[in-house]
């Protein structure tokens, strides 16, 4: 599987931007894919996720209500929309994806995805 990441990035505290994800390759075994993040001198977060089954959706308690995933099972696409960007927000983004069907306990762990994608820099300025 190969994740092709996208739509990063300089923005002003307050804006707008939105991340795009491709797979491909052997995709049908994928169940989830998502976002983590990693600001400079920092480990890698979770930032969202979304079950390919259902749409069911996770997100990190930073981000909620100003990030939204989404995703396109057609195209094999998955995106993150963000909003009220903040400097904090400021990290290289990785798109993932796992074949495990997510569950509250395991989806904001990194050793859950096995594919990450090369990252897309994301800088909110003040």
């Known amino acids: 599987v190969q994740l092709q990441a996208s739509g990063g990035g300089l923005v002003q505290a307050g804006g707008s931007l939105r991340l795009s994800c491709a797979a491909s390759?052997?995709?049908?075994?994928?169940?989830?894919m998502g976002w983590f993040r990693q600001a400079p001198g920092r480990e890698r977060d979770f930032v969202a996720a979304i079950r390919r089954g259902d749409g069911r959706t996770y997100y990190a308690d930073s981000v909620k209500g100003r990030f939204t995933i989404s995703g396109d099972n057609a195209k094999n696409m998955v995106y993150l929309q963000m909003n009220s960007l903040k400097p904090e927000d400021t990290a290289v983004y990785y798109c993932?994806?796992?074949?495990?069907?997510?569950?509250?306990?395991?989806?904001?762990?990194?050793?859950?995805?096995?594919?990450w994608g090369q990252g897309t820099l994301v800088t909110v300025s003040s």
């Open positions: 993932v994806t796992t074949p495990l069907v997510p569950i509250l306990s395991s989806v904001k762990s990194a050793s859950a995805y096995d594919y």
């Open positions: 390759g052997s995709t049908f075994s994928r169940n989830a």
